[in-house]
T-cell receptor, first 110, second 115 residues
Framework: QQPVQSPQAVILREGEDAVINCSSS?????VHWYRQKHGEAPVFLMI?????EQKGHEKISASFNEKKQQSSLYLTASQLSYSGTYFC???????????FGTGTLLAVQP | AAGVIQSPRHLIKEKRETATLKCYPI?????VYWYQQGPGQDPQFLIS???????DKGSIPDRFSAQQFSDYHSELNMSSLELGDSALYFC??????????????FGPGTRLTVL
């Protein structure tokens, strides 16, 4: 089953914060976050492997609640370069194929 | 740093024709994944290879086949193309034995247009 992301789309002004949520109906072993700009390849942001784990990458961080089968991506003080579609992906298992979430379109305006 | 290479970057075909997409993983990477992304959709897993053997299979039509060669590059062969095959096709690679084995590095994609 495909992870569901919320919100579907969000518009921000530069400097504002945003949270993107990813929920799965199946147990999560790992959560991957990617950002994709239109027509380009998904760019790896971070991976979370343990329940409760939080990781940070510049002003972008994420948390993983294994019990609730949820992950959240936090973007603080957003910049124009943050614009794009954000995907969570559930991986792990023997082959680590990624099942991507429904995606969240983020637009940062000046 | 070397990245995943895909060729061609753009491909235009007629219905019922065949197409071959190529993927050259990052040096030393032994695992290749193929994903298909339709317009406005999320990437969908097609097939993966580890050490030249198919390791997993997703929603790949029977008209498609793929393999990984001894130099670890992979090819996705698509026959009897249909309009619905028009999409971005991404290849991703990873190195199974590295501490970052779960990270997949995506290539720039091949945009296939079927007319």
């Amino acid at each position: 089953q495909q992870p569901v992301q919320s919100p579907q789309a969000v518009i921000l002004r530069e400097g504002e914060d945003a949270v993107i949520n990813c929920s799965s109906s199946k147990a999560l072993y790992s959560v991957h976050w990617y950002r994709q700009k239109h027509g380009e390849a998904p760019v790896f942001l971070m991976i979370l492997l343990k329940g409760g784990e939080q990781k940070g990458h510049e002003k972008i961080s994420a948390s993983f609640n294994e019990k609730k089968q949820q992950s959240s991506l936090y973007l603080t003080a957003s910049q124009l370069s943050y614009s794009g579609t954000y995907f969570c992906g559930t991986g792990g298992g023997a082959t680590n194929k990624l099942i991507f979430g429904t995606g969240t379109l983020l637009a940062v305006q000046p | 740093a070397a990245g995943v290479i895909q060729s061609p970057r753009h491909l235009i075909k007629e219905k019922r024709e065949t197409a071959t997409l190529k993927c050259y993983p990052i040096p030393r990477h032994d695992t290749v994944y193929w994903y298909q992304q339709g317009p406005g959709q999320d990437p969908q897993f097609l097939i993966s290879f580890y050490e030249k053997m198919q390791s997993d299979k997703g929603s790949i039509p029977d008209r498609f086949s793929a393999q990984q060669f001894s130099d670890y590059h992979s090819e996705l062969n698509m026959s009897s193309l249909e309009l619905g095959d028009s999409a971005l096709y991404f290849c991703a690679s990873s190195f199974y034995l590295s501490p970052r084995a779960l990270e997949q590095f995506f290539g720039p994609g091949t945009r296939l247009t079927v007319l």
